[in-house]
């Protein structure tokens, strides 16, 4: 049977060229073989060829709105099995991008009508080519295929094999370790220790008067004494005020905010009272909760 | 014949809890405030793969996660990209920058990132600047490779497009910055628009679920966990190690308020905590909020008007509950814009200069030895901070989301139908400042009253390793924890054995610090391991363990496995599969060099041929489920 190609489209009118062009990208077809309906959604009934009678099945499409689910029946009642059809839309709109995302709905939308006509391995082409005139862009391309099988054939099951997460069948993909350089692959250098404990990035207070403006150099960390826990004074006035304005030599680090002369029962009191485990000295780096890994 | 391009900056996310997309948020930002005409942060698997080339510029933000790993998000946009039939001209017309997240304490640092960018690189794309590579190791974690690579980023983009990024220089003056939009509004009801029945009563399963599901779902993104799979109730909380012992490990079980779990060995349990009460009672005063007011809240959208038909769907809640069940008040810690809208806010002048200081560059050290290495709080942060008052929808943003906590099931459904198990620790450490912190999740779970309490938010899902199937052999290494999945491997497998199956046997490597203290399931190893048992080594299998401080030299597992080299040879040739747990960073890839050691001297091989071997193993194949 001679081999036959079939170009819907929804214009009223299409030049010979483009019409060829459409097609192209399908093998062994020439120009006798291409057939050309157009104002292809204005026809009432099915289309008029035999079952199975058709290679290769393009629709250009102009408008957004897709056609109804017969329409997709009888596109895949003429065309041969194991064939392929492609659903194409041009736009005339400038804005082609915003285009794309209002048509990504009814683009999933297709994918469903074409799916439920019967067509199998219904996958979206990305293409960039033109093949309209001027003003027009090429959005989308759909590709589907008709099942090679018919109603009443049959194939004997295989022995299933329990899946398995780590076999790799998708043998269509790179192997994503060739992506690494000898350079990658290299123990990483850690950076030099923080220090977890006095910071020597901490500044000295403003009027600091225990000292550490004087020794940037040593770390000299003030003993906390009872009797300062019990009669909290501070010369520079931030040692109340919490961790977060106290310098790195400060006795009260670690502790919350209070009030000079007195103590205070404070917000995040509960917090100790929770903690009834004895604390465990364990050297974590900093990455503890923010660790993405 | 122009295509029009799309004239948008893309920031596009692979995060897994939440810091990538911090960070990608800040690019956004910055972009605004550069004069970028348009921005969209979006996770990557909220785009589409295929619509790639079509964009003009696309900055990625990933973390590496896992062993080396790229996020959950990200796998299914990592394999579209890995097709072999893409063309190396495919991105000709985008350009990219990589930003990673990483730790260089693991082998596979920065994995995601280089070789996304790679990648990128191959099939066309066009860089704009080198890819930057994150450290948490880093004495200001991430961030201190971030602010460089930024600066150089936003000089690039300017150079290249600057009709894209008409300022590559910020003004980074503090007082004239300007306070961004929140994006989030807050709706307050008054008493009289609430509906008495408006509060669920958790004796309906199905209200408090989809209670719990609007609730979340008001604030929280794809990633998160919504509404509950299940709701459990505690039946059992056993302590497992003795008490003068520096942990505390509890065998805790689980039955489902509607009898209907439904899991297998090697799954997940995904949980969600409870705050402590007190604390989100403080922090809502702190607020100046009454916690019994009833609010909605909802993302802002600029610029459309709002679909007001969504609000009919949720119905308002009480601020507390929504506290409660969507924002982390006292565990995690705020990351750095947190401290930098707080400026905005501060009424006294020295708070206003610190968190002006802690969000600058030149704090960016500081504040990450205050907040990030001490785990500051929201509630402290704000008791640090007594004269700012944020706006609620402010701390909406702001707040860490309440993340779900995931354990390794440690039972299996055909030993115990309707229930489900886990082993967990209760975490505690000390800061740097010598404060006691203690894991939210692990140690509220410690101390659930068995059958009292409220019932537990959960959610089941796979992990990474898969349940084997009853013929195949396996080599099971689990030190400390570790060894949860692992009993339920071992119930499981005696189970079908007893159903009358035939089973391979379960050659199992347990380690702890000390025999008479920390022995986790020490009698139903035991008692498995006896002849005829799935453990036996009768049979090919055992179990063997390893106590690293009851003798002078410290003994791990691998040196355990080092010693059964024969037993072990035998099983791999056979097509053991083997499943490495754990809760050790470095443990993992300790096991592995080991069996690449035995199987480089029984089989003959060189290191790199053994290694070679022990992955390609198709029966078999390797399963690691680490966690930090």
Same mark, same amino acid.
């Given at each position: 049977?001679?081999?036959?190609?079939?170009?819907?489209?929804?214009?009223?009118?299409?030049?010979?060229?483009?019409?060829?062009?459409?097609?192209?990208?399908?093998?062994?077809?020439?120009?006798?073989?291409?057939?050309?309906?157009?104002?292809?959604?204005?026809?009432?009934?099915?289309?008029?060829?035999?079952?199975?009678?058709?290679?290769?099945?393009?629709?250009?499409?102009?408008?957004?709105?897709?056609?109804?689910?017969?329409?997709?029946?009888?596109?895949?009642?003429?065309?041969?099995?194991?064939?392929?059809?492609?659903?194409?839309?041009?736009?005339?709109?400038?804005?082609?991008?915003?285009?794309?995302?209002?048509?990504?709905?009814?683009?999933?939308?297709?994918?469903?009508?074409?799916?439920?006509?019967?067509?199998?391995?219904?996958?979206?082409?990305?293409?960039?080519?033109?093949?309209?005139?001027?003003?027009?862009?090429?959005?989308?391309?759909?590709?589907?295929?008709?099942?090679?099988?018919?109603?009443?054939?049959?194939?004997?099951?295989?022995?299933?094999?329990?899946?398995?997460?780590?076999?790799?069948?998708?043998?269509?993909?790179?192997?994503?370790?060739?992506?690494?350089?000898?350079?990658?692959?290299?123990?990483?250098?850690?950076?030099?220790?923080?220090?977890?404990?006095?910071?020597?990035?901490?500044?000295?207070?403003?009027?600091?008067?225990?000292?550490?403006?004087?020794?940037?150099?040593?770390?000299?960390?003030?003993?906390?004494?009872?009797?300062?826990?019990?009669?909290?004074?501070?010369?520079?006035?931030?040692?109340?005020?919490?961790?977060?304005?106290?310098?790195?030599?400060?006795?009260?680090?670690?502790?919350?905010?209070?009030?000079?002369?007195?103590?205070?029962?404070?917000?995040?009191?509960?917090?100790?009272?929770?903690?009834?485990?004895?604390?465990?000295?364990?050297?974590?780096?900093?990455?503890?909760?923010?660790?993405?890994? | 014949?122009?295509?029009?391009?799309?004239?948008?900056?893309?920031?596009?996310?692979?995060?897994?809890?939440?810091?990538?997309?911090?960070?990608?948020?800040?690019?956004?930002?910055?972009?605004?405030?550069?004069?970028?005409?348009?921005?969209?942060?979006?996770?990557?698997?909220?785009?589409?793969?295929?619509?790639?080339?079509?964009?003009?510029?696309?900055?990625?933000?990933?973390?590496?996660?896992?062993?080396?790993?790229?996020?959950?998000?990200?796998?299914?946009?990592?394999?579209?990209?890995?097709?072999?039939?893409?063309?190396?001209?495919?991105?000709?017309?985008?350009?990219?920058?990589?930003?990673?997240?990483?730790?260089?304490?693991?082998?596979?640092?920065?994995?995601?990132?280089?070789?996304?960018?790679?990648?990128?690189?191959?099939?066309?794309?066009?860089?704009?600047?080198?890819?930057?590579?994150?450290?948490?190791?880093?004495?200001?974690?991430?961030?201190?490779?971030?602010?460089?690579?930024?600066?150089?980023?936003?000089?690039?983009?300017?150079?290249?497009?600057?009709?894209?990024?008409?300022?590559?220089?910020?003004?980074?003056?503090?007082?004239?910055?300007?306070?961004?939009?929140?994006?989030?509004?807050?709706?307050?009801?008054?008493?009289?628009?609430?509906?008495?029945?408006?509060?669920?009563?958790?004796?309906?399963?199905?209200?408090?679920?989809?209670?719990?599901?609007?609730?979340?779902?008001?604030?929280?993104?794809?990633?998160?966990?919504?509404?509950?799979?299940?709701?459990?109730? =505690?039946? &059992?909380?056993?302590? #497992?190690?003795?008490?003068? *012992?520096? @942990?505390?490990? !509890?065998?805790?079980? $689980? %039955?489902?308020?509607?009898?209907?779990?439904?899991?297998?060995?090697?799954?997940?349990?995904?949980?969600?905590?409870?705050?402590?009460?007190?604390?989100?009672?403080?922090?809502?005063?702190?607020?100046?909020?009454?916690?019994?007011?009833?609010?909605?809240?909802?993302?802002?959208?600029?610029?459309?008007?709002?679909?007001?038909?969504?609000?009919?769907?949720?119905?308002?809640?009480? =601020?507390? &509950?929504?506290?409660? #069940?969507?924002?982390?008040? *006292?565990? @995690?810690?705020? !990351?750095?814009?947190? $401290? %930098?809208?707080?400026?905005?806010?501060?009424?006294?002048?020295?708070?206003?200069?610190?968190?002006?200081?802690?969000?600058?560059?030149?704090?960016?050290?500081?504040?990450?030895?205050?907040?990030?290495?001490?785990?500051?709080?929201?509630?402290?942060?704000?008791?640090?901070?007594?004269?700012?008052?944020?706006?609620?929808?402010?701390?909406?943003?702001?707040?860490?989301?309440?993340?779900?906590?995931?354990?390794?099931?440690?039972?299996?459904?055909? *030993?115990?139908?309707?229930?489900?198990?886990?082993?967990?620790?209760?975490?505690?450490?000390?800061?740097?400042?010598?404060?006691?912190?203690?894991?939210?999740?692990?140690?509220?779970?410690?101390?659930?009253?068995?059958?009292?309490?409220?019932?537990?938010?959960?959610?089941?899902?796979?992990?990474?390793?898969?349940?084997?199937?009853?013929?195949?052999?396996?080599?099971?290494?689990?030190?400390?924890?570790?060894?949860?999945?692992?009993?339920?491997?071992?119930?499981?497998?005696?189970?079908?054995?007893?159903?009358?199956?035939?089973?391979?046997?379960?050659?199992?490597?347990?380690?702890?610090?000390?025999?008479?203290?920390?022995?986790?399931?020490?009698?139903?190893?035991?008692?498995?391991?006896?002849?005829?048992?799935?453990?036996?080594?009768?049979?090919?299998?055992?179990?063997?363990?390893?106590?690293?401080?009851?003798?002078?030299?410290?003994?791990?597992?691998?040196?355990?496995?080092?010693?059964?080299?024969?037993?072990?040879?035998?099983?791999?040739?056979?097509?053991?599969?083997?499943?490495?747990?754990?809760?050790?960073?470095?443990?993992?890839?300790?096991?592995?060099?080991?069996?690449?050691?035995?199987?480089?001297?029984?089989?003959?091989?060189?290191?790199?041929?053994?290694?070679?071997?022990?992955?390609?193993?198709?029966?078999?194949?390797?399963?690691?489920?680490?966690?930090?």
């Amino acid at each position: 049977m001679k081999q036959s190609a079939l170009l819907l489209t929804d214009s009223d009118f299409v030049p010979v060229g483009a019409a060829l062009s459409a097609i192209r990208g399908f093998q062994d077809l020439g120009e006798d073989d291409l057939l050309v309906i157009t104002r292809a959604l204005q026809l009432t009934g099915q289309l008029p060829f035999e079952p199975a009678s058709l290679s290769v099945i393009v629709f250009a499409s102009k408008s957004l709105e897709l056609p109804g689910e017969q329409w997709f029946e009888d596109v895949i009642r003429v065309l041969k099995p194991g064939e392929r059809s492609s659903y194409r839309l041009f736009s005339s709109s400038r804005s082609w991008r915003q285009d794309i995302y209002a048509f990504l709905q009814p683009s999933s939308a297709l994918e469903r009508k074409l799916l439920f006509a019967g067509f199998l391995e219904v996958h979206l082409i990305d293409m960039k080519s033109v093949l309209q005139p001027e003003d027009t862009t090429l959005l989308l391309t759909m590709k589907a295929k008709k099942a090679s099988w018919v109603v009443g054939s049959s194939f004997s099951l295989k022995k299933r094999v329990l899946p398995k997460i780590q076999i790799e069948d998708e043998l269509d993909l790179i192997d994503e370790d060739s992506l690494l350089t000898e350079e990658d692959l290299k123990k990483p250098e850690l950076p030099p220790v923080g220090d977890c404990e006095v910071g020597s990035t901490r500044k000295a207070c403003k009027n600091c008067t225990c000292g550490r403006a004087e020794e940037e150099q040593k770390v000299q960390k003030l003993a906390l004494t009872s009797e300062l826990l019990d009669n909290p004074k501070s010369a520079c006035g931030s040692c109340g005020l919490g961790d977060a304005f106290r310098c790195g030599t400060c006795p009260y680090r670690g502790l919350p905010p209070f009030q000079l002369g007195k103590r205070e029962v404070l917000l995040s009191q509960y917090l100790k009272k929770k903690c009834r485990l004895p604390s465990v000295q364990v050297s974590l780096s900093g990455s503890f909760l923010a660790a993405d890994i | 014949m122009g295509l029009e391009r799309s004239r948008r900056l893309l920031v596009l996310y692979g995060s897994q809890t939440g810091t990538a997309q911090d960070a990608a948020d800040r690019v956004g930002r910055e972009a605004v405030r550069r004069g970028c005409p348009s921005v969209d942060v979006l996770s990557v698997d909220e785009f589409d793969a295929r619509l790639l080339p079509s964009e003009d510029v696309v900055i990625f933000v990933v973390s590496t996660t896992g062993q080396g790993d790229m996020p959950d998000s990200m796998k299914e946009f990592w394999k579209f990209l890995l097709q072999k039939n893409i063309s190396d001209q495919w991105l000709e017309h985008v350009h990219y920058a990589v930003f990673g997240l990483g730790d260089s304490a693991y082998q596979k640092y920065n994995f995601a990132a280089k070789k996304l960018d790679r990648r990128l690189l191959n099939i066309g794309g066009k860089p704009l600047v080198q890819k930057g590579l994150g450290d948490d190791q880093h004495r200001s974690g991430y961030e201190g490779a971030f602010d460089l690579w930024l600066s150089s980023l936003w000089n690039a983009l300017h150079e290249k497009d600057p009709m894209l990024l008409p300022r590559s220089i910020d003004n980074l003056d503090a007082s004239t910055q300007c306070l961004d939009s929140p994006k989030f509004e807050v709706i307050f009801h008054s008493i009289n628009e609430m509906v008495a029945t408006g509060t669920s009563t958790l004796s309906d399963l199905n209200c408090a679920k989809n209670l719990i599901g609007k609730v979340r779902s008001m604030s929280l993104g794809k990633s998160h966990y919504k509404r509950p799979q299940y709701l459990l109730q =505690l039946i &059992t909380n056993q302590q #497992l190690i003795k008490s003068d *012992a520096d @942990a505390d490990v !509890r065998h805790l079980e $689980f %039955e489902s308020s509607s009898s209907d779990l439904r899991y297998q060995v090697g799954d997940v349990l995904e949980v969600l905590p409870a705050q402590d009460p007190d604390a989100v009672e403080a922090f809502i005063r702190r607020a100046n909020l009454d916690p019994d007011c009833y609010i909605t809240v909802r993302p802002k959208v600029i610029g459309k008007h709002h679909d007001s038909s969504a609000d009919m769907s949720t119905p308002p809640v009480k =601020l507390r &509950t929504f506290v409660e #069940l969507a924002m982390d008040v *006292a565990s @995690a810690s705020p !990351r750095r814009y947190f $401290f %930098e809208v707080m400026s905005f806010f501060a009424s006294a002048e020295h708070e206003k200069e610190k968190l002006q200081y802690f969000a600058s560059p030149e704090g960016r050290d500081d504040l990450f030895q205050y907040n990030q290495k001490e785990r500051r709080t929201v509630l402290e942060v704000l008791e640090d901070f007594p004269s700012v008052q944020l706006p609620f929808e402010w701390l909406v943003q702001l707040a860490p989301p309440l993340r779900t906590r995931a354990f390794s099931i440690s039972s299996s459904p055909l *030993a115990h139908p309707d229930q489900v198990h886990l082993t967990v620790k209760a975490l505690t450490w000390t800061t740097p400042f010598k404060r006691k912190r203690s894991g939210l999740c692990s140690n509220w779970l410690a101390g659930v009253v068995p059958r009292k309490g409220v019932p537990i938010p959960a959610w089941i899902h796979g992990g990474c390793l898969a349940a084997p199937p009853p013929s195949e052999p396996l080599i099971l290494v689990g030190p400390g924890t570790g060894c949860a999945p692992f009993r339920g491997f071992v119930e499981e497998r005696a189970a079908q054995k007893a159903e009358g199956a035939a089973v391979a046997p379960i050659l199992f490597f347990f380690g702890c610090r000390n025999q008479e203290k920390d022995f986790l399931y020490r009698d139903f190893w035991v008692s498995h391991a006896q002849d005829g048992g799935v453990l036996a080594a009768g049979s090919g299998g055992g179990f063997f363990a390893a106590f690293s401080r009851d003798q002078v030299h410290k003994v791990y597992v691998q040196h355990k496995m080092k010693e059964e080299r024969k037993r072990v040879w035998r099983l791999l040739s056979g097509g053991a599969a083997v499943y490495i747990a754990g809760s050790s960073a470095k443990m993992p890839a300790d096991v592995v060099t080991a069996l690449e050691e035995i199987v480089a001297e029984e089989a003959g091989l060189d290191s790199e041929a053994a290694g070679r071997w022990l992955r390609r193993q198709r029966a078999g194949g390797i399963f690691i489920e680490a966690w930090s």
